[in-house]
């Protein structure tokens, strides 16, 4: 049976210097849809794993060759033909399941809810399809997506696969300079967007942003616009046009037409630390292959019965993956929200958790640790019986946190599964599974069933079990990007030069003594001070772990005797108050926890971190701040005022003596 856990005060040294694991539940352990075969069936013969995982979806074409690998340039399933939104929506409508509902819909709005079947989904993708056709979009073309989270974006994402069109999109945060960007480098000849979208209780504006964007990209035909929140809007007669108007009077039949595995399905943009944003090419067969099989395996779905609510943007690939071609292709029921956690009250998404019944709820650290500051208290005011597996993603998840997460959102009986992966490897590839991992707070644990990945020191060799060093992925997998739009010269650069035949994605990561994996987060984020290497996500866990701190953030600033201090920036508890000996409170904690060496040199109290509208903490600004260094780019942050906020901080900073 699975351990009851500890109350959130105790503390993170406690945690690991008991190497505490939790069990699987026995009922989801009897039932689950993966056992432990599936990693012996898989090292014995992978590609024959990947070949019965493709077998899941249905293919107009079965492949002649499995893979072809000129490293790093790699093909799946060649000569195999499949449509994604016949996989993902038709072939369930035939099978007899077009009742079933594939979203629940929740706007920012309370009250403002759609629901959409199976059937649904079919006759707007059809629509959409058709519409596409009817502006001339075809077989490789490209579109760009603008949009809230409204239905019409996977509508439109589907309608792009099912005639070939190739989607980029952008999200919804971004500015008219960064769409214009993305819109030049994917050649888009269409762009797709609404009016605007509700964000914290009122209407924000998404036309003006692309009618900046397009004003200097000419190759740009049309722009097709959903009404979302009849907001006033310029319009352009000879370029715009209403999503009413066009696809509502389209016919409803459309046939799909078969596409070669390797056809381009999608371009998602991701930022680099430096140079203009990395387009990452994502191909039709082994990206829904994979998606499906780790949603499938990694959530432990059953389809008739499970209501999933993944809570990321569709911006992001997080919302690619896992909320539309993943769950689709599984025939699952989704749920999909709009706005945001606190809008209108801070128990929001526990509302919708009680309302739908979910019962997979698949989030990020960054959220959850914003709920632990908000105090146990709000999600304890709303019944979550209904949940069974709980996900974590975007970034290595606090051990503290992952308790928290556990015992007031999980009620102590929810596994939690600790996923990594990115943009670039398209699905999840290091994960728990559910029903067969005795999981540890914080830590990644093994590879996926089919997934070849390791843990290798500055010569590219593996660690032993207690060591760290650098994650790699060894071999191909079906999900893998395929390159870098228009520049396989900066796909080999990036990823395959730092280590000889072998996949760098960039993150420093360790072994337990059992052989577990911890990711530590991005290289960048590992700080040398006096010479050790300190990874970022240690010293934040270890503040995090403070029965005081909520939230942390640290960063490694210049520093002329040790080469890179450690600057940490942590919110506080609800409760907790701001005290002239709190820093060294904490740091004599953390020392406690890591070791003298992790000590921060300086500790901020802050009321908020600068996060994008995807969770995920703008460290490079806190370097910014915490180096006296004018800001970058503020344009893709939640609430760029926070930055003025933390900079006024500064001086009160207390800096170890």
């Given at each position: 049976m699975?351990?009851?856990?500890?109350?959130?005060?105790?503390?993170?040294s406690?945690?690991?210097?008991?190497?505490?694991?939790?069990?699987?539940?026995?009922?989801?352990?009897?039932?689950?849809?993966?056992?432990a075969?599936?990693?012996?069936?898989?090292?014995?013969?992978?590609l024959?794993?990947w070949?019965?995982a493709?077998?899941?979806?249905?293919?107009?074409?079965?492949?002649?060759t499995?893979?072809?690998?000129?490293p790093?340039f790699?093909?799946?399933?060649?000569?195999g033909?499949?449509?994604?939104?016949?996989?993902?929506?038709?072939?369930?409508v035939?099978a007899?399941?077009?009742?079933?509902?594939?979203?629940?819909?929740?706007?920012?709005?309370?009250?403002?809810?759609?629901?959409?079947?199976?059937r649904?989904?079919?006759?707007q993708?059809?629509?959409?399809?058709?519409?596409?056709?009817?502006?001339?979009?075809?077989?490789?073309d490209?579109?760009?997506?603008?949009?809230p989270?409204?239905?019409?974006?996977?509508i439109?994402?589907?309608?792009?696969?099912?005639?070939?069109?190739?989607?980029?999109?952008?999200?919804?945060?971004?500015?008219?300079?960064?769409?214009?960007?993305?819109?030049?480098?994917?050649?888009?000849?269409?762009?797709?967007?609404?009016?605007?979208?509700?964000?914290r209780?009122?209407?924000?504006?998404?036309?003006?942003?692309?009618?900046?964007?397009?004003?200097?990209t000419?190759?740009?035909?049309?722009?097709?616009?959903?009404?979302?929140?009849?907001?006033?809007?310029?319009?352009?007669?000879?370029?715009?046009?209403?999503?009413?108007?066009l696809?509502?009077?389209?016919?409803?039949?459309?046939?799909?037409?078969?596409?070669?595995?390797?056809?381009?399905?999608?371009?998602?943009?991701?930022?680099?630390?430096?140079?203009?944003?990395?387009?990452?090419?994502?191909?039709?067969?082994?990206?829904?292959?994979?998606t499906?099989?780790?949603?499938?395996?990694?959530?432990?779905?059953?389809?008739?019965?499970?209501?999933?609510?993944?809570?990321?943007?569709?911006?992001?690939?997080?919302?690619?993956?896992?909320?539309?071609?993943?769950?689709l292709?599984?025939?699952?029921?989704s749920?999909?929200?709009?706005?945001?956690?606190?809008?209108?009250?801070?128990?929001?998404?526990?509302?919708?958790?009680?309302?739908?019944?979910?019962?997979?709820?698949?989030t990020?650290?960054?959220?959850?640790?914003?709920?632990?500051?908000?105090?146990?208290?709000?999600p304890?005011?709303?019944?979550?019986?209904?949940?069974?597996?709980?996900?974590?993603?975007?970034?290595?998840i606090?051990?503290e946190?992952?308790?928290?997460?556990?015992?007031?959102?999980?009620?102590?009986?929810?596994?939690?599964?600790?996923?990594?992966?990115?943009?670039?490897?398209?699905?999840?590839?290091i994960?728990?599974?559910?029903?067969v991992t005795?999981?540890?707070?914080?830590?990644?644990?093994?590879?996926?069933?089919?997934?070849?990945?390791?843990?290798v020191d500055?010569?590219?060799?593996?660690?032993?079990?207690?060591?760290?060093?650098f994650?790699?992925?060894?071999?191909?997998?079906?999900?893998?990007?395929?390159?870098?739009?228009?520049?396989?010269?900066?796909?080999?650069?990036?990823?395959w030069?730092?280590?000889e035949?072998?996949?760098?994605?960039?993150?420093?990561a360790k072994?337990?003594?059992?052989g577990?994996?911890?990711?530590?987060?991005?290289?960048?984020?590992?700080?040398?001070?006096s010479?050790?290497?300190?990874?970022?996500?240690?010293?934040?866990?270890?503040?995090?772990?403070?029965?005081?701190v909520?939230?942390?953030?640290?960063?490694?600033?210049?520093?002329p005797?040790?080469?890179?201090?450690?600057?940490?920036?942590?919110?506080?508890?609800?409760?907790?108050?701001?005290?002239?000996?709190?820093?060294?409170?904490l740091?004599?904690?953390?020392?406690?926890?890591?070791?003298?060496?992790?000590?921060?040199?300086?500790?901020?109290?802050?009321?908020?971190?600068?996060?994008?509208?995807?969770?995920?903490?703008?460290?490079?600004?806190?370097r910014?701040?915490?180096?006296?260094?004018?800001?970058?780019?503020?344009?893709t942050?939640?609430?760029?005022?926070?930055?003025?906020?933390?900079?006024?901080?500064?001086?009160?900073?207390?800096?170890?003596?």
């Amino acid at each position: 049976m699975a351990e009851t856990p500890r109350e959130p005060q105790e503390t993170l040294s406690n945690l690991l210097q008991e190497n505490r694991r939790f069990a699987p539940p026995d009922d989801l352990a009897a039932a689950a849809n993966v056992t432990a075969a599936a990693y012996e069936e898989a090292a014995a013969d992978r590609l024959g794993f990947w070949e019965r995982a493709a077998d899941r979806l249905a293919w107009a074409k079965k492949w002649d060759t499995t893979l072809e690998w000129n490293p790093p340039f790699a093909k799946w399933f060649v000569g195999g033909q499949l449509n994604v939104a016949y996989n993902c929506v038709d072939r369930h409508v035939e099978a007899g399941r077009g009742d079933k509902v594939a979203y629940y819909w929740e706007g920012e709005p309370e009250d403002d809810t759609r629901v959409l079947t199976y059937r649904d989904l079919q006759v707007q993708v059809n629509k959409a399809a058709n519409a596409l056709a009817e502006l001339g979009v075809g077989k490789g073309d490209r579109v760009a997506i603008y949009m809230p989270m409204i239905p019409e974006l996977p509508i439109a994402m589907l309608a792009c696969a099912r005639v070939g069109a190739v989607h980029s999109v952008v999200f919804g945060g971004f500015s008219a300079s960064a769409l214009q960007s993305r819109i030049e480098d994917a050649d888009a000849k269409l762009v797709i967007t609404a009016d605007g979208g509700f964000r914290r209780g009122k209407p924000s504006a998404l036309k003006p942003t692309v009618d900046e964007a397009v004003a200097n990209t000419p190759g740009v035909e049309k722009v097709l616009v959903v009404r979302r929140t009849n907001q006033e809007i310029s319009w352009n007669g000879d370029r715009d046009v209403w999503w009413h108007d066009l696809v509502d009077r389209q016919s409803d039949q459309h046939e799909a037409q078969p596409h070669d595995a390797e056809h381009p399905l999608y371009i998602l943009y991701t930022s680099g630390t430096t140079g203009k944003p990395k387009g990452i090419l994502h191909t039709t067969g082994g990206y829904l292959t994979q998606t499906a099989w780790t949603h499938h395996a990694v959530f432990d779905l059953k389809p008739d019965t499970d209501i999933y609510w993944c809570t990321a943007d569709i911006g992001w690939v997080t919302g690619h993956s896992y909320i539309v071609y993943g769950p689709l292709a599984n025939g699952a029921t989704s749920v999909i929200y709009e706005g945001t956690p606190d809008t209108p009250h801070r128990g929001r998404f526990w509302e919708i958790v009680q309302k739908y019944k979910v019962t997979i709820l698949y989030t990020a650290p960054t959220a959850i640790r914003t709920f632990m500051k908000w105090g146990d208290d709000i999600p304890a005011k709303f019944d979550m019986s209904s949940l069974r597996v709980l996900g974590s993603v975007g970034e290595p998840i606090n051990p503290e946190a992952y308790v928290w997460y556990r015992e007031h959102i999980g009620g102590g009986r929810c596994p939690v599964v600790d996923t990594w992966w990115q943009t670039e490897t398209g699905a999840i590839m290091i994960s728990p599974l559910p029903g067969v991992t005795h999981a540890k707070p914080g830590a990644a644990m093994r590879p996926l069933p089919g997934i070849v990945a390791d843990v290798v020191d500055d010569q590219g060799n593996s660690v032993p079990n207690g060591g760290g060093g650098f994650l790699v992925v060894k071999e191909p997998w079906p999900s893998m990007l395929r390159t870098i739009w228009g520049d396989d010269k900066r796909y080999v650069d990036t990823y395959w030069s730092r280590f000889e035949g072998v996949y760098f994605p960039g993150d420093g990561a360790k072994k337990d003594e059992d052989g577990d994996i911890w990711l530590l987060g991005r290289v960048d984020d590992v700080m040398l001070v006096s010479g050790h290497n300190i990874s970022t996500t240690e010293v934040e866990s270890a503040l995090v772990s403070h029965p005081k701190v909520a939230e942390a953030a640290v960063v490694g600033a210049t520093d002329p005797v040790t080469g890179q201090a450690i600057v940490s920036f942590v919110i506080l508890r609800g409760g907790a108050e701001e005290s002239e000996d709190i820093a060294k409170e904490l740091r004599d904690h953390v020392a406690k926890t890591l070791g003298p060496i992790a000590k921060p040199r300086q500790i901020l109290v802050v009321p908020e971190l600068p996060k994008t509208r995807s969770g995920k903490i703008m460290r490079r600004l806190l370097r910014d701040v915490a180096e006296n260094r004018s800001l970058g780019d503020v344009t893709t942050l939640t609430d760029s005022s926070v930055m003025n906020l933390i900079a006024e901080k500064l001086p009160s900073a207390k800096s170890e003596d």
